[in-house]
T-cell receptor, first 108, second 113 residues
């Protein structure tokens, strides 16, 4: 099946710093989603981004489908950005395959 | 629209007991998914419904697991004869017919003692 690899697995940031999270996937896909899982376990949709670049506040994402990777940028990080960030792609139309996530801790 | 809801949020049970979880998708979403997430891992797909039809099941879904969506609205996931390895977060997601984005509920955290 499709492999989804995220890096770095763990990241500690000083509040105000910028960071880039990467998602590589092993096969062509027609969509990609980024999620943030908060400490209570809720998965929150960040971006649906099959290709191109999108921005939402301090977050932006870029997917280069032809090269099978996506990047999530966090600018001016805040403590509320802490949590696990997941990239997910659909190996079929019926489900999502997730990476293992990027654990982000933002310290004040 | 209140989003995807799941009940209960937490469940502690003894090994060998049966448990049942409920998921209420976003209204008018015809597609519903169940995932399981263990510590330190991303969610893993379990099963998928389109309306009331169960169209795909993962090999993770052993014979002890059964899922239903009898009227094409809410869904239940039952685990029979629970084992300690069933301890995990069980997540439900839904999506509408004309979109691809999956929206997740808050999950049911199961602990089997």
């Amino acid at each position: 099946g499709i492999q989804v690899e995220q890096s770095p697995p763990d990241l500690i940031l000083q509040e105000g710093a910028n960071s880039t999270l990467r998602c590589n996937f092993s096969d062509s896909v027609n969509n990609l989603q980024w999620f943030h899982q908060n400490p209570w376990g809720q998965l929150i949709n960040l971006f649906y981004i099959p290709s191109g670049t999108k921005q939402n506040g301090r977050l932006s994402a870029t997917t280069v489908a032809t090269e099978r990777y996506s990047l999530l940028y966090i600018s001016s990080s805040q403590t509320t950005d802490s949590g696990v960030y997941f990239c997910a792609v659909p190996p079929s139309q019926l489900r999502l395959a997730f990476g293992k996530g990027n654990q982000v801790v933002v310290i004040p | 629209d209140t989003g995807v809801s799941q009940d209960p949020r937490h469940k502690i049970t003894k090994r060998g007991q049966n448990v049942t979880f409920r998921c209420d998708p976003i209204s008018e979403h015809n597609r519903l998914y169940w995932y399981r997430q263990t510590l330190g891992q991303g969610p893993e797909f379990l099963t998928y419904f389109q309306n009331e039809a169960q169209l795909e099941k993962s090999r993770l879904l052993s014979d002890r697991f059964s899922a239903e969506r009898p009227k094409g609205s809410f869904s239940t996931l039952e685990i029979q004869r629970t084992e300690q390895g069933d301890s995990a977060m069980y997540l439900c997601a839904s999506t509408g017919a004309a979109e691809e984005t999956q929206y997740f509920g808050p999950g049911t955290r199961l602990l089997v003692l």
